[in-house]
């Protein structure tokens, strides 16, 4: 069973950066693809940034591309997402989830089998 946990979320200022995190464990496979999104009540779930863990490949979402970055840390098992520039707009739950067996950086939510719990982001 694959578990995530995000962390990293908060409250920030607009134009200030946050770094969030997600640990995960349960398996070992390095053919997978972690993602970033993100939810609020007005807006469904939109797909941030993309990275396929055996290569690093990635894909990142136009509305965020150069203010968001995805990442990972393979000997951690943790992908991160550096935020910059932040807006008030980005002010969302924030999820990471992952897609086993996929060998490419995908930001279709429905290729996603498992996912974190979410950590809020608030930007004001």
């Known amino acids: 069973h694959v578990q995530l946990v995000e962390s990293g979320g908060g409250s920030v200022q607009a134009g200030g950066s946050l770094r969030l995190s997600c640990a995960v464990a349960?398996?070992?496979?390095?053919?997978?693809?972690l993602g970033w999104f993100r939810r609020t009540d007005e807006q469904e779930r939109e797909g941030l940034a993309a990275?396929?863990?055996?290569?690093?490949?990635?894909y990142t979402a136009d509305s965020v591309a150069g203010r968001f970055t995805i990442s990972r840390d393979n000997a951690k098992n943790t992908v991160y997402l550096q935020m910059n520039r932040l807006k008030p707009e980005d002010t969302a739950m924030y999820y990471c989830?992952?897609?086993?067996?996929?060998?490419?950086?995908?930001?279709?939510?429905?290729?996603?089998?498992?996912w974190g719990q979410g950590t809020q982001v608030t930007v004001s």
């Open positions: 989830a992952a897609a086993l067996g996929m060998r490419w950086a995908t930001l279709l939510s429905a290729d996603y089998h498992y």
């Open positions: 349960g398996y070992t496979s390095r053919s997978n693809c």
């Open positions: 990275i396929v863990i055996r290569d690093g490949r990635t």
